[in-house]
Nanobody, 127 residues
């Protein structure tokens, strides 16, 4: 059974850091591009970051670029999201997802492009 499980969420003060991790099981991770999305209450699911199958190509949403870093480790079957300089507006449930598209996916920012999803982990940024 294909499964993604996120961990590392929690409560952090503004300006702080958190590291999210997503562990995969049931499939070969290197066959997929991997992404992180987030969803705040009453809002649509928002693209955060993506790393391609090679691990060298990364993309970020405008609101997190320069603060967040995505990285994958196919040997460990994990994809991490390092989040620095956190702001209250970063508060959301964070999801990891896998995309089997072989070539460059122009619509990488759309949740519908990803076939597999984790259950999410809550991140709350508050003083």
């Amino acid at each position: 059974q294909l499964q993604l499980v996120e961990s590392g969420g929690g409560l952090v003060q503004p300006g702080g850091s958190l590291r999210l991790s997503c562990a995969a099981s049931g499939f070969t991770l290197d066959a997929y591009a991997l992404g992180w999305f987030r969803q705040a209450p009453g809002k649509e699911r928002e693209f955060v970051a993506r790393v391609d199958r090679s691990g060298f190509g990364t993309l970020y949403g405008d609101s997190v670029r320069g603060r967040f870093t995505i990285a994958r480790d196919d040997a460990k079957k994990t994809v991490d999201l390092q989040m620095n300089s956190l702001k209250p507006e970063d508060t959301a449930v964070y999801y990891c997802a896998a995309d089997s598209t072989v070539t460059y996916n122009t619509y990488f920012y759309r949740p519908t492009e990803y076939e597999y999803w984790g259950q999410g982990t809550q991140v709350t940024v508050s003083s």
